[in-house]
């Protein structure tokens, strides 16, 4: 939803013109006989028309440009409210992920019996604090400076998969990613798209069903790019679940939709599954 509506480029000249245009033409059906008004009239008819066009021309010109200058006010205010978007879903990702990852790696540590263990346990939940606060770290100094938008990290790409499911063994997840070696070429959008599902994914299966198995694949279907993340559910009875606020569902079915593709999250054999199903024409 548009924060203010499309500014309106309606103009005062057509009425005003309308109106003259009545004026006149009463004023000729009215008059007749003879005298100086017979030859004087026309005449000043024809200047009040003259002197109605230039002034429309005036006036259109005008409401033109001022209408161009709302529009312009406009677009930079709906891409200001934009960008700021897109930081708060990345704000959002990158708290989300790295929080969940620390949560839940923190809540099985008190089940840890040996010291060696808690000791391992404390140095995952250090490194990824410190990645987290890295990330949090870089993109604030953009938004701080602008002249430092080269600080801003690259966007997300299938190179980055691998690195992003290892990073949920910190929560004790044991996963194992699938990428169709068929994929072919994918576009950058898309590619970004697969990433954050895989992300929001591996966050929802450590927030509800802890330490668990994790299939990730991404594979292609004709024209369609799938990408699903599928835990097996919780594995310790004794488990109990962190929830999030929920927002990372909503936003990542807003990225996935913009793109003309479909999210499913639904439970599947006694766990759960989310599943990014989105055109590319790249290949």
């Known amino acids: 939803m548009n924060a203010h509506p499309r500014p309106s480029g309606r103009s005062s000249v057509l009425p ?3 109106i003259v245009g009545m004026v006149l033409l009463a004023v000729m059906c009215t008059v007749g006989g003879d005298g100086p008004g017979r030859v004087v009239l026309p005449w000043a008819m024809v200047g009040a028309a003259l002197a109605a066009a230039a002034w429309a021309v005036r006036r259109a010109r005008a409401d033109r440009a001022a209408y161009e200058s709302r529009l312009t006010a406009w677009a930079a205010s709906e891409a200001v409210l934009a960008e700021r978007l897109r930081i708060a879903g990345d704000l959002h990702d990158i708290v989300s ?3 969940g990852l620390i949560t839940v790696r923190a809540a099985a540590t008190r089940h840890l019996p040996k010291p060696a263990e ?3 346990a404390l140095t995952d939940i250090e490194d990824a604090s410190r990645h987290a606060t890295a990330e949090l770290r870089r993109m604030l100094t953009v938004l701080r400076e602008p002249s430092a938008a080269g600080l801003r990290a690259p966007l997300d790409g299938l190179d980055d998969l691998p690195a992003i499911v290892d990073g949920a063994a910190v929560a004790g997840l044991r996963t194992r990613l699938t ?3 068929e994929l072919g070429a994918v576009s950058q959008g898309v590619q970004v798209a697969v990433c954050k599902t895989v992300r929001e994914g591996l966050s929802n299966a450590a927030r509800y069903a802890g330490p668990t198995d994790v299939r990730v694949a991404v594979h292609r279907d004709g024209r369609f790019v799938v990408a699903a993340v599928t835990d097996a559910g919780p594995s310790d009875p004794a488990w109990r679940a962190t929830p999030g606020a929920g927002h990372g569902l909503v936003g990542l079915r ?3 939709t913009s793109l003309d593709g479909t999210l499913t999250a639904e439970p599947v054999d006694g766990g759960f599954r989310v599943a990014a199903r989105i055109p590319d024409d790249a290949a």
């Open 16 to 18: 005003v013109l309308v």
């Open 97 to 99: 992920h790295g929080l």
């Open 179 to 181: 990428v169709d070696p």
């Open 254 to 256: 807003e990225r996935v």
């Open 118 to 120: 808690v000791e391992a």
